[in-house]
C-alpha cells in the first residue's frame, strides 16, 4: 500500500480514536492524542490551548460529541509532508461544551498533525463557519475560491 495511502488510514482511525476518547471522556487519551503544543482556533477566533480543550471537553456538563460528530468524507483532503499532515474538511457538530454552551453548526476546519515514534498527535486545528449564504455541499466559485 503507498505511504500516503497509508497516513491517510492512520489518520482517519485517529479521528475515529479522537471521537471515542471525546465522547468517553476519556482524559489520558485525549492527552496523548493532543500534542504539548496544541491550539484550537475557534470560529470566533478565541485560541484555546491544549489543556483548556481537554478539562471543556471532559467536563460534567458538558455533552461534546456525545450525539454525534460527523465530516462530509467526500470533502476531506489531507496534505502529506514527511511527518507532517493538515487536514481540510467540512464537519456537523452537535453538542454543548460547559464554557461555550450549543455549538450544533456546520464549520470548515484544518488540521494540522505531526507523527512521531507514539504515532499521530493533532498539533492545532482552525474552525470557522462558511461565509453567510454558503450552504453544505455548495461548489466553489470558477475562480476557485
Known sequence: MPRRNVAERELREFKDAF?????DNDRTALD?????????VTPEGDIVEKDQLIATIVANDSNFMAQRFDRSERRTVFHLSGN???????????????????VTGYYFHTATFV???????????????????RARGAQRSPSGW
Not at 515514534?117 to 492545532?124: E, F, T
Request: net charge positive; charged share 25%.
Open 32 to 40: 496523548r492524542m493532543l500534542h504539548p503544543d496544541f491550539t484550537l
Open 84 to 102: 507532517l499532515a493538515k487536514e481540510t474538511a467540512d464537519v456537523d457538530i452537535q453538542g454543548n461544551l460547559s464554557t461555550r454552551g450549543q
Open 19 to 23: 471521537e471515542r476518547a471525546s465522547r
Open 115 to 133: 507523527r512521531s515514534r507514539a504515532g499521530w498527535q493533532m498539533l492545532s486545528n482552525t474552525m470557522h463557519a462558511p461565509a453567510a449564504g
